[in-house]
């Protein structure tokens, strides 16, 4: 059961996750060794999953962000999930429910590229049927964070 000491902690490091822990100490009103052993705690647990640095992907010439719905065969191969997962350029896969077995999110340079990830991965995957593409054109909000009880998170 997470306290409000550990919903702030979370808060604080959801906002920016290199804050010193002197800095994180002071904010909840606490001893900096008893923050790090709350943040050790919680990362044991698994609510803290670890930390990582946000890249501009337009300074690497990934510009091109787009979600692809993957149609599977249903009495296919499990392993699409991992082949998605594995192919250079996709952020994140998603099984949903609905028609498609699968939402991936690719970042990548160009259409041009888009189009020979999904020619020369994704189609070639055993149990992929088809893909339907959306390319993004802006935007807006784009974020890990979670709310959090009470912090608005």
């Known amino acids: 059961m997470l306290d409000e000491i550990d919903l702030q902690i979370l808060h604080?490091?959801?906002?920016?996750?290199?804050?010193?822990?002197?800095?994180?100490?002071?904010?909840v009103g606490m001893a900096?060794?008893?923050v790090l052993e709350r943040i050790r705690k919680l990362e044991e647990?698994?609510?803290?999953?670890?930390?990582?640095?946000?890249?501009?992907?337009?300074?690497?010439?990934q510009q091109l962000a787009a979600f692809v719905l993957v149609d599977v065969d249903r009495a296919g191969n499990g392993s699409v999930s991992g082949e998605?997962?594995?192919?250079?350029?996709?952020?994140?896969?998603?099984q949903?429910?609905?028609e498609d077995g699968y939402l991936v999110k690719v970042r990548v340079a160009s259409a041009e590229a888009l189009g020979k990830l999904l020619r020369e991965n994704f189609t070639l995957i055993k149990g992929v049927r088809g893909t339907r593409t959306h390319i993004v054109l802006s935007t807006f909000k784009e974020t890990r964070r979670i709310t959090l009880n009470g912090t608005g998170g």
């Open 12 to 27: 604080i490091l959801q906002e920016k996750a290199r804050i010193p822990n002197a800095e994180v100490a002071r904010r």
């Open 32 to 34: 900096p060794s008893a």
């Open 96 to 98: 949903v429910a609905g």
């Open 84 to 94: 998605l997962a594995a192919i250079p350029g996709v952020q994140e896969v998603h």
């Open 45 to 61: 647990r698994g609510i803290i999953e670890g930390y990582e640095v946000r890249l501009n992907p337009g300074h690497f010439g």
